[in-house]
């Protein structure tokens, strides 16, 4: 087999074998396929595409190149969940206990922000002395004990994966369907969970900006899924504003602590409920959708999801104090107010902007070595829709340094449009 005729095959448009697809990703991880020509490939699938078949066997070629998750050790149906990405995205610290409290396991490898999304494993550290690396061992008692826990992903988890990412990043081959897809579900397959929920985000703040592109790779996830034997269920939600009124990661991790408490409610509580129900319901623990919300609802008015939150830190070596006093969490120097320039109506977010604003602050990292500040960020206080007058707040600053404070406002400001229609159109967390 060679590495030219695959490519020229697919230049062509016709579709790959199995057993095409298992030579390329097993000869580029090893380094017997050069960049150029796993190069030349990708361009070929990014103007030719993939249909589901060989997708499929993309996805698993680049599972079978690393290590796979045994979680067999957790009793009963762990049910994983993945999202897109997006801006106050925290969906992840309110769904894993609420799972929980309600009877559900959640075994879950995350990620670093990157860009203008924030990352799971970056909000959690912002919890003093909490450690995101923990051996498998040590994840499955976490799991046992807590029902759910959130780790790092190990050192060789898909290292197929990981190669191609970093040569897609390069090539101007990132957004193509079947090669996201199969970024996704690999990662998610190879880490042991038996069933996966997943959000995929569309809007301005998510890598598909259109509603059909993002059901697209919905459908086609959740084709990969079931065809691997991980029974998988996706919704398709909003990010065409953050989900969550906090961006940054203390702050974040402070919001869902309200959520938890009751005392918050908004669009990130809402894809929460919905994400949380279809776990429950996959990993069967619920029968019906009403069933389930009932159990979350429970959870919340019990206090019992806020102390399987401050179990999973007291585990993994952090304060659980936090969940009851979050001045515990890092906090910024200054709080400082941004305000409207003009009166009129929230019509329009540009929300990708608003994460690089938060990235500008000290929050978030444009390279992967790239330290950030836990304590920076900004709290939201409008929303899509809103009236707001001139000089009112539409936002607070959480800042330690002003070195890029004057750039960061001058972009937010510029990505909330302020226009004089009473009505926007009409906006919702969830599509399906």
Not at 83 to 108: C, E, F, N
Request: aromatic content about 4%; proline content about 3%.
């Amino acid at each position: 087999m060679r590495m030219v005729d695959i490519i020229e095959k697919k230049r062509n448009g016709e579709a790959l074998s199995t057993e095409e697809i298992g030579f390329f990703i097993k000869g580029y991880s090893t380094g017997s396929i050069p960049d150029y020509q796993a190069a030349a490939l990708l361009m070929a699938i990014w103007f030719r595409g993939m249909d589901k078949r060989e997708t499929t066997d993309l996805t698993l070629a680049m599972v079978d190149s690393g290590d796979k998750i045994d979680l067999s050790s957790i009793p009963g149906i762990k049910v994983d969940k993945h999202s897109t990405g997006g801006v106050a995205d925290t969906t992840t610290l309110v769904v894993g206990p609420l799972v929980a409290a309600a009877g559900g396991h959640m075994a879950k490898m995350s990620g670093r922000g990157l860009g203008h999304t924030g990352g799971t494993l970056d909000k959690l550290e912002s919890v003093p002395g909490l450690s995101i690396d923990q051996s498998m061992e040590d994840f499955a008692r976490i799991v046992k004990k807590c029902g759910f826990s959130v780790i790092g992903q190990t050192g060789n988890l898909v290292p197929a994966d990981k190669q191609l990412y970093a040569l897609r990043d390069v090539t101007g081959t990132i957004d193509n369907v079947s090669l996201i897809a199969g970024s996704i579900m690999s990662k998610k397959i190879a880490a042991g969970a038996d069933r996966i929920v997943l959000d995929v985000k569309t809007g301005s703040g998510a890598f598909m900006r259109r509603l059909e592109d993002a059901r697209r790779l919905a459908d086609m996830m959740v084709e990969i899924g079931n065809l691997a034997g991980k029974p998988t269920h996706a919704l398709v939600t909003d990010m065409n504003q953050p989900l969550g009124n906090a961006v940054g990661n203390a702050l974040e991790v402070e919001e869902a602590i309200m959520i938890l408490r009751g005392e918050v409610e908004g669009d990130l509580k809402t894809v929460s409920f919905a994400l949380a129900q279809k776990m429950l319901l996959l990993g069967e623990v619920c029968s019906s959708e009403d069933e389930a919300l009932d159990k979350l609802e429970q959870a919340i008015s019990s206090g019992e999801a806020l102390k399987r939150l401050a179990c999973m830190f007291e585990q993994q070596g952090g304060d659980p104090r936090v969940v009851e006093d979050t001045s515990l969490l890092p906090h910024a120097r200054e709080i400082i107010p941004v305000r409207a320039e003009s009166s009129g109506y929230i019509t329009e977010m540009e929300t990708a902007d608003l994460g690089v604003c938060a990235l500008l602050l000290g929050a978030g990292r444009s390279k992967k070595e790239d330290t950030i500040d836990p304590a920076v960020g900004y709290w939201m206080k409008k929303r899509l829709g809103q009236r707001v007058d001139r000089g009112d707040v539409i936002a607070e600053f959480h800042v330690n340094s002003r070195e890029n404070l004057e750039e960061a406002v001058a972009k937010f400001q510029q990505a909330v449009k302020i226009g004089e229609k009473s009505e926007v159109p009409p906006t919702q967390s969830l599509y399906s």
